[in-house]
Nanobody, 122 residues
Framework: QVQLLESGGGLVQTGGSLRLSCAAS???????????MGWYRQAPGKQRELVAT???????NYADSVKGRITSSRDNAKNTVYLQMNSLKTEDTAVYYC?????????????WGQGTQVTVSS
């Protein structure tokens, strides 16, 4: 009912930067509001973990491991959330997933994107 389309992943060297984007669109029902949008990541053999979240008011929350290097922001008019990643480390290598708490004209639900690979090489 709602699609989260991620983009911006890729291969980068240690110390480099990447910017991820995630746009939400209502496939069947129109989006009324999006409360929290966020980013999670999952490295091989590890559990999915929180990277950052952003509320509709712009309040952010970050994992301790990324504070000072990674920032998240939103464009509410575009239903889009961004993840600016700087000073990347090899341990940032993972599949990054977008997540959103979406209210459509039909219902409120939580959605995940398909994931985008971020690989940081030494």
């Amino acid at each position: 009912q709602v699609q989260l389309l991620e983009s911006g992943g890729g291969l980068v060297q240690t110390g480099g930067s990447l910017r991820l984007s995630c746009a939400a669109s209502g496939i069947i029902f129109r989006i009324v509001s999006i409360n929290v949008m966020g980013w999670y990541r999952q490295a091989p053999g590890k559990q999915r973990e929180l990277v950052a979240t952003v509320t509709s008011a712009g309040n952010t929350n970050y994992a301790d491991s990324v504070k000072g290097r990674i920032t998240s922001s939103r464009d509410n008019a575009k239903n889009t959330v961004y993840l600016q990643m700087n000073s990347l480390k090899t341990e940032d290598t993972a599949v990054y997933y977008c997540n959103a708490d979406v209210t459509t004209v039909k219902a409120r639900s939580n959605y995940w994107g398909q994931g985008t690979q971020v690989t940081v090489s030494s």
